[in-house]
């Protein structure tokens, strides 16, 4: 399952609901579909949005309610890759540091993501890509 790669942002959301609807039916998930289960699990909240946008024809105000689910978990998905990968080098080290701090890896994260949308929020509009030195030094003052 790709995720991302040439998808609009129907799709996207289509693929968290499908593996939402996968986990919750006990279907076989593939990796990818199982790390974005875990995260609508550890977010109950959200869980009425891909409940109640199952249908193809959800109305825009369901689909506009849900924006904000959809992008936090695709905040939280992103980091975790970059927390797989410590890239930027040395962002690992600062999710330990904050998960100590807070008691909570998933409270860290929620910090971090914040820095994440800001930093990429800031690329967008300058027509750049993100400066990943920029994020860390970011990230290393929260």
């Given at each position: 399952m790709s995720l991302y790669a040439g998808q609009d942002r129907e799709q996207?959301?289509?693929?968290?609901?499908?593996?939402?609807?996968?986990?919750l039916q006990g279907l076989p998930l593939a990796p990818l579909q199982?790390?974005?289960s875990d995260l609508i699990r550890m977010h109950p909240e959200y869980t009425q949005h891909l409940d109640g946008l199952m249908a193809a024809d959800s109305t825009?105000?369901?689909a506009a309610a849900s924006t904000n689910a959809f992008l936090h978990l695709a905040l939280h998905l992103?980091?975790?890759e970059q927390l797989a990968t410590n890239r930027p080098?040395?962002?690992?080290?600062?999710?330990?540091?904050?998960?100590?701090?807070?008691g909570d890896a998933?409270?860290?994260e929620h910090r971090m993501i914040e820095t994440?949308?800001?930093?990429?929020?800031?690329?967008q509009r300058a027509g750049r890509m993100p400066d990943e030195q920029l994020y860390l030094?970011?990230?290393r003052r929260l």
């Open positions: 996207l959301r289509a693929a968290w609901r499908e593996s939402w609807q996968r986990c199982a790390q974005m825009a105000a369901a992103a980091l975790r080098a040395g962002i690992a080290l600062v999710h330990q540091r904050l998960a100590a701090a807070h998933h409270a860290a994440l949308g800001q930093v990429l929020w800031d690329a030094e970011a990230l």
